[in-house]
């Protein structure tokens, strides 16, 4: 059997929770949140909360795969996530390199390709040096998108593109009346991949903290109230199955 009609076969097997295949989510974002508040549940440090939420990563991202769903994008630090304590910092820091030590080649067995969305030239040395091998070995690959959203900002990611765009247009490869949608899509970090179908954000908060706002221009939105670290394959799946219900108009109507 091929890794297409395992896929096939364990989707038809779990067709009752996911629903139907055809309407999965081609692109899934994630804004992982709540693992302070689960650490202060569970009196712990907040560090111990991330690494808890470093689980539940391990687990979903599987899931994704096992699925068959071509991009998966998690928010794991933002620009501005650099003001908290330094020591929320450092943790998150070391939780990225033991992440990739303990994972890649999981991944890269799986054909998974990773992208990191953000600017890596701002991390430190180890951090930056991680990522930017675990891109390259998986450079290749074919399978989902796992994308990892560090030291991201969409504004900056934004900017970037338009800085791109003029300096083509600078050089004269580009007019100014040939800048399309597709023209920006093209400078985002995420070019040639699906827009964003679903985004989820857990622990009832609901803001996008600017994460993706292009690539969300189309998404569905589904706010579980769990915490991150307490998010399970079975919520994801309601998640998946909320999705599945939602009529999607795109501005237009259905008949
Ligand atoms: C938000 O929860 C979560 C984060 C800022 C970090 C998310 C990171 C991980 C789950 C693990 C690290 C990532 C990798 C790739 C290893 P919060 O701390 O803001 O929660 P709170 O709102 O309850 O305080």
Redesign the pocket.
């Known amino acids: 059997m091929n890794v297409k009609q395992v896929r096939d076969l364990w989707k038809l097997k779990n067709a009752e929770k996911i629903g139907d295949p055809a309407k999965l989510p081609r692109h899934v974002a994630i ?10 549940q569970h009196k712990l440090s ?1 560090s111990r ?3 808890q ?2 689980e ?2 391990r687990e979903i991202i599987r899931h994704t795969d096992d699925l068959g769903i071509e991009a998966l994008s ?5 620009t501005e ?1 650099w003001s ?1 304590p330094p020591e ?1 910092v450092a943790a ?1 820091m070391q ?2 390199l ?3 030590a303990s994972e890649i080649d999981e991944l890269d067995e799986k054909n998974v390709r990773i992208l990191i969305l953000g600017d890596k030239s701002a991390l430190p040395e180890k951090q930056r040096e991680t990522l930017i091998e675990a891109e390259r070995r998986t450079a290749g690959n074919t399978g989902l998108h796992l994308n ?1 959203a ?1 030291n991201y900002g969409s504004r900056a990611e934004l900017a970037k593109a338009a800085r791109e765009i003029a300096e083509e247009v600078l050089a004269g490869r580009l007019k100014p009346e040939e800048i399309s949608e597709e023209t920006v899509s093209e400078h985002l970090y995420t070019a040639g991949q699906p827009e964003v179908d679903l985004m989820i954000r857990t ?1 009832g ?1 609901l803001r996008l903290s600017n994460f993706m706002l292009y690539q969300n221009a189309y998404a569905e939105f589904v706010f579980p109230k769990v ?3 307490d998010f399970t394959v079975e919520e994801y799946d309601r998640c998946l199955k909320e999705f599945e219900g939602r009529g999607r108009r795109y501005g237009g109507r259905t008949e």
């Open positions: 804004i992982m949140d709540g693992n302070g508040r689960w650490a202060r907040v909360g991330h690494r939420g470093t539940t990563l998690l928010y794991a630090f933002s996530n908290r929320e998150l939780l990225i033991d992440f990739f990892i560090v622990s908060e915490l991150w670290p």
